[in-house]
């Protein structure tokens, strides 16, 4: 792992021209000569490690498109020029890492497809029926309205049915089969 020293402070404005150059030269890091070169000589290797990484080349381009600029842009906290291509093989694992972070968390965060939708027609269609198979229900006799939406609609028992209405089971049955009978021939009818 490359070592990276911290940016060099603020130079005194008093020390000799001569001191500052060579002061430079020590605390410099890699030059853009020396990435140059290194983004020459290694380019293939690191798209080659990051294919290893990820799965598309467009990726893995962008991946070393991006650890470059980023050792471009820390170059002077390089202390050891040679290290350069270490911080570069290790920037590029960090941002395939990164890249497939982002993706499983986009994974997880799409929303589930939304079931099919009904058309406009359909829609329509079912609006109708459910108007025709009302005004099938207020054509039944009390009782058989009453057991048919008790037991279908409320989602009753027979027997919550029987003690709700004060009528027996065998009542409840009755009413219920003419009723659904009734019904049949309401909603066959043409309208």
């Keep these: 792992m490359p070592v990276i020293a911290p940016m060099p402070a603020a130079r005194p404005a008093q020390l000799p ?3 500052q150059g060579a002061d430079e030269v020590t605390t410099a890091g890699t030059t853009v000569d020396h990435l140059t070169e290194t983004y020459r000589a290694h380019y293939r290797s690191l798209l080659g490690l990051a294919a290893l990484l990820l799965d598309d080349t467009a990726s893995c381009e962008d991946v070393v498109q991006e650890a ?3 050792v471009h842009s820390a170059r002077k906290r390089v202390r ?3 290290k350069t291509l270490a ?3 290790q920037t590029v694992v960090n941002l395939s890492r990164s890249t497939l972070r982002r993706r499983i968390l986009g994974l997880k965060l799409l929303t589930k497809p ?4 009904a058309s406009a027609e359909e829609g329509a269609y079912d609006l109708l029926e459910r108007d025709a198979l009302k005004a099938a229900l207020r054509g039944l006799q009390r009782r058989q309205r ?3 939406v008790l037991r279908y609609f409320a989602d009753m028992t027979e027997a919550q049915v029987a003690e ?3 009528i027996s089971l065998g009542s409840v049955k009755a009413y219920g ?3 659904i009978a009734a019904l049949r021939v309401a909603m066959e009818a043409p309208v």
């Design 17 to 19: 021209a001569q001191a």
């Design 68 to 70: 470059f600029i980023r």
């Design 80 to 82: 050891d020029p040679e």
């Design 87 to 89: 911080y570069l093989r």
């Design 114 to 117: 939304m079931p099919d939708m």
């Design 146 to 148: 009453e057991v048919l």
């Design 164 to 166: 709700s209405l004060g």
């Design 177 to 179: 089969s003419r009723g």
